[in-house]
């Protein structure tokens, strides 16, 4: 099973972007997607070779759930930022964030949810992959803001991912 | 009303594309051009979209797709080469 | 069309473009390169997704068929924001040369020389 789907969460994805792309459940395009779902992940196994151990997937669609009403707190905050506060008091710094998790796939989906959440944005990570750099728009407390990510998206990565 | 509301939204990403226009002439770096570049196809992705409702056409969505896939890689191809001098490696 | 439906689509559009006319305001406004990339990367990802579920709902509405491909252009501006916002964030580190804090691990950031001792 292993062998003929190297990655099983890439293969459900493509088959139902390609589903979403066809506009429909008509017998070609559900052939169509399993062919491209068995053939894309085996074509490309050899440029990604890890797998990441998932352990609560519910967990993860819950997260995401969380992610995206913060997305639209975020975008409310800045908006308030561009619109009301005058351009020389708005107090940008850059942050560093020590991040503990376990696989490539989990930095990079934290990286992610900093970049499209509250006035924070990555900007570079550590060559060990132990820490990310990220920029805040507004943070007269950057102490605050590190303690948050933390605390709030780590933590649970921390517990979907092995 | 929707007829109202499809109209602002409109007039709205328009509008945004005039000011990233301006910005385009007077960015003073060239990573700010490629932003600006970036988002001026993030606007004209919500303009076709929203002339593909006014139209109550379906087509609209394709393009779009199309627009969003490109527009990514080459920001992405703009950065590359900005901080290696070359796009492929 | 039923008047609470027609009242969402057109909330969810005014919405919509007036987030992506402050992202686009904020590109003007904001001082400093790093600054300026938090707007567009934010801003226009609401104002775009509110636009496509405004839009994919309406045509829903005025065709009766169902459209999915809006959810997948979301969900693909959703997933690329935050790579061409690191590219620039990469690139403008790149050029311009900001001074950062260090990485407190002992390592150097990606991309850097390691520091001689």
Redesign the interface.
């Known amino acids: 099973m292993k062998r003929i789907f190297p990655h099983p969460m890439l293969s459900a994805a493509l088959f139902l972007a390609w589903l979403l792309l066809a506009g429909g459940v008509a017998l070609n395009s559900l052939l169509m997607a399993a062919i491209l779902a068995t053939l894309i992940p085996l074509a490309t196994q050899a440029y990604w070779p890890g797998r990441p151990q998932i352990r609560h997937p519910l967990r993860l669609v819950s997260y995401v759930a969380l992610v995206l009403w913060d997305v639209i707190i975020a975008n409310i905050q800045v908006a308030r930022i561009i619109l009301f506060m005058p351009a020389d008091r708005i107090q940008s710094a850059w942050i560093t964030v020590p991040v503990d998790l376990p696989c490539p796939e989990a930095i990079a989906l934290l990286a992610g949810t900093i970049t499209l959440t509250p006035g924070t944005l990555t900007a570079e990570f550590s060559a060990d992959n132990k820490a990310l750099l990220i920029h805040a728009l507004h943070a007269p407390d950057p102490d605050a803001t590190r303690d948050e990510i933390k605390s709030r998206y780590e933590a649970r990565l921390q517990r979907i991912f092995r | 009303?929707?007829t109202?509301?499809?109209t602002?939204?409109?007039?709205?990403?328009a509008?945004?594309?005039i000011?990233?226009l301006?910005?385009l002439a007077t960015a003073?770096?060239?990573?700010?051009r490629?932003?600006?570049v970036?988002?001026m196809v993030?606007?004209i992705?919500?303009l076709i979209?929203?002339y593909?409702?006014k139209a109550?056409?379906?087509v609209?969505?394709?393009a779009?797709?199309l627009l969003?896939?490109t527009g990514?890689v080459s920001?992405?191809a703009?950065?590359?080469f900005?901080?290696r001098g070359g796009i492929i490696e | 069309m039923s008047l609470g439906v027609e009242i969402l689509i057109s909330a969810l559009l005014v919405i919509g473009g007036c987030f992506g006319l402050i992202g686009s305001f904020g590109l003007l406004k904001l001082r400093g390169a790093m600054q300026r990339l938090h707007a567009p990367t934010k801003a226009t990802t609401v104002g775009v997704g509110a636009s496509l579920i405004a839009a994919a709902l309406a045509t829903y509405m005025a065709t009766g068929v169902a459209n999915w491909q809006g959810v997948l252009v979301a969900a693909f501006l959703f997933l690329t924001a935050p790579l061409s916002g690191l590219m620039l964030a990469k690139a403008h580190r790149h050029l311009d040369r900001p001074t950062v804090p260090p990485t407190g691990t002992g390592a150097p950031w990606a991309g850097e020389r390691p520091v001689k001792p």
């Open positions: 009303m929707l109202y509301a499809l602002f939204a409109i007039a709205c990403f509008l945004a594309l000011l990233n301006w910005r003073p770096t060239m990573p700010d490629i932003l600006t970036d988002t993030i606007n992705i919500a979209v929203l593909g409702a109550q056409s379906a609209s969505f394709d779009a797709l969003a896939m990514f920001t992405v703009f950065c590359k900005l901080l």
